[in-house]
């Protein structure tokens, strides 16, 4: 072996440990605590997506009621029965 290619192996090893490769193949190899961790984001983003998608739509809902009382002449009556039928859902 000759002190190049010393040189590409140390390199090559300097790059794997800087990737943590070691600990990836423990946490793919570990397949409860992969399982946890997945099941653990799957309900934050779930929790995130409907709080997100709630804010938005309470915001839709002000700003709809807004332009009903502002009535403006094709839409007022539109949103108006909207407005409406989303109250008398509630």
Request: hydrophobic share 50%; charged share 25%.
């Amino acid at each position: 072996m000759t002190g190049r290619d010393r040189e590409r192996i140390e390199k090559l090893l300097g790059a794997l440990e800087r990737m943590r490769l070691d600990e990836y193949v423990a946490y793919v190899g570990d397949w409860r605590r992969m399982l946890w961790r997945n099941l653990l984001w799957g309900v934050c983003r779930g929790l995130g997506f409907t709080l997100g998608f709630s804010v938005l739509g309470a915001l839709l809902a002000v700003l709809l009621r807004g332009l009903v009382v502002e009535n403006i002449p094709l839409i007022g009556g539109f949103l108006a029965e909207v407005i409406h039928a989303i109250e008398a859902r509630m």
